[in-house]
């Protein structure tokens, strides 16, 4: 029987042979390699199964001192994505008239973006990742999270390969403002609106910008 500290068991880790983790690695890369951000959307439905598990997936992220700081909420309901869309579409028609810098709207016009946010309606789903900036125990209490912004950004970075590896796509939205969606969906003062991503499938006809991604040795550097 090995021997383990009070409150741990032993890791369950599965190692694989060179060829086969460089295999695995690769084929992952690739794959993951094929996501593209898309915003345009069918409006063709989705199994609620499949974005149960999604978001099962985004909530095995890391988080400081495990506190699993997030909440998603996914809206269905066609009167809250309008209502939604609306808000968005408000705040990010300040945004394209006035509040974006020359250069801030020089360098998006590649992406063709604008203020009109269709998918927020066309979507089957919309996920709302909520990042808890403390956390309420039961008698209503305030207790701490850490690192907030990173626990929530890795969950959702994860959410985001889980979704296409799924098959489907999504956009990483940010109306900013965006503390509309904590009065919509009508959370609590602890949680706070962190990305809505649009699921679904994209559109027969979608386009997406030609880009490309920084060559290895543009987003590394190695100290041997
Ligand atoms: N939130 C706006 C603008 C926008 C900003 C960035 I940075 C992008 O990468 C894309 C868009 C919008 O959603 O249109």
Redesign the pocket.
Known sequence: MAHTKDGFQLLEHKEYPQEEMLERAKRLFLQANERRTVREFSDRTVAKEVIELVLKTASTAPSGANKQPWNFCVVTNPDIKAIIREAAEKE?YE??HGR?SED?LDD?KK?G???H?PFITTAPYIIVAFKKTYDLNAAGEKEKNYYVNESVGLACGMLINAIHHAGLVTVT????PMNFLQKVLERPENEKAFLLLPVGYPAEDAAVPVISRKELEDMSVWYE
Do not use: A, G, Q, V
């Open positions: 990010e945004n394209y974006m801030w998006l992406f973006t604008d203020w946010k939205h940010t109306p900013s």
